[in-house]
């Protein structure tokens, strides 16, 4: 392991700063979830070809709603039967180890954090869950766990049936329910994605961990800038070149591995244990 990372992890611990995981869609590759982007970025219904970037917005939820469900239930048919790999599991052990001092933001959706065990208070989901979901046109912003009466088993991608249209609506107003996921058309905000716990977390971050994600969204580069900027040191780890690997090439307090997510965070979880 990296001397400089061991030293910046025992002056977190010793200092009460931040450990923080960054994560993104690479994290998940090993459990088999596409990542919706790129050559995966497409959903084919009947004659129609839709980029993610279109169908995953408010817009085609407001004009077709029962299309927008359709791509989403066979998203939730993958994610409900995914099994947590080496990734999240060691994320979920180095919490236990680091406690408080531990904090997770995810961009991920999937809901393996949560099958691995990391806990509600330490980590961030700034894309959303869709273990829940919520009302479309906003009657309340209550979030109500995804409805366990549709089927996700071998579904027909191509249909919802009548019955399964009713539990997609909302119990207070009937309208539309939608899930509880950040889209492309809309912007982060604090009530549903937490992000002020997220950038307050970041300003007391002494090393930030950016796992798995390109870095295409703006609160994910806020986070690595905040870290930077208070003197924090900010480590990549991705098998790819990224947005974050430009950033943090010639800064001093960045650091860059060629690494597979989960070995990294198996090593790490090992000398964090050595001096816990
Ligand atoms: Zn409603």
Request: charged share 30%.
């Amino acid at each position: 392991m990296n001397e400089r990372i061991i030293e910046k992890l025992k002056y977190c611990l010793k200092y009460e700063k931040k450990i923080t995981f960054l994560v993104g869609a690479g994290l998940s590759a090993e459990s088999g979830i596409p990542t919706f982007r790129g050559k995966d970025g497409y959903w084919v219904s009947g004659s129609k070809n839709y980029k993610a970037q279109e169908i995953g917005t408010y817009k085609m939820f407001c004009e077709n709603p029962e299309e927008v469900w359709k791509w989403f239930l066979y998203r939730k048919s993958i994610t409900e039967f995914a099994k947590p790999n080496t990734g999240h599991l060691m994320l979920k052990e180095i919490e236990d180890l680091l406690k408080d001092n531990f904090a997770l933001i995810s961009q991920n959706i999937d809901g393996l954090h949560t099958k691995a065990g990391n806990s509600k208070e330490r980590s961030f989901f700034i894309h959303g869950d869709f273990d829940y979901v919520r009302c479309g046109y906003e009657c309340s912003k209550e979030l109500y766990p995804f409805p366990k009466e549709i089927n996700l088993l071998n579904r027909n991608k191509d249909v919802i049936t009548e019955e399964e249209q009713r539990y997609l609506k909302c119990p207070k107003c009937g309208k539309n329910l939608r899930p509880h996921v950040l889209w492309f058309d809309e912007y982060y905000d604090d009530y549903y994605y937490k992000t002020d716990k997220v950038l307050k977390a970041a300003k007391n971050t002494g090393i930030l961990f950016i796992i798995g994600t390109s870095g295409a969204t703006n609160l994910p580069q806020t986070v690595c800038f905040t870290v930077l900027s208070k003197g924090g040191t900010v480590v990549e780890i991705n098998t790819e070149e990224s947005y974050f690997s430009e950033i943090l090439e010639n800064k001093q307090n960045g650091i860059i591995l060629r690494e597979k997510s989960s070995d990294f965070l198996t090593e790490l979880k090992e000398e964090i244990s050595k001096f816990m």
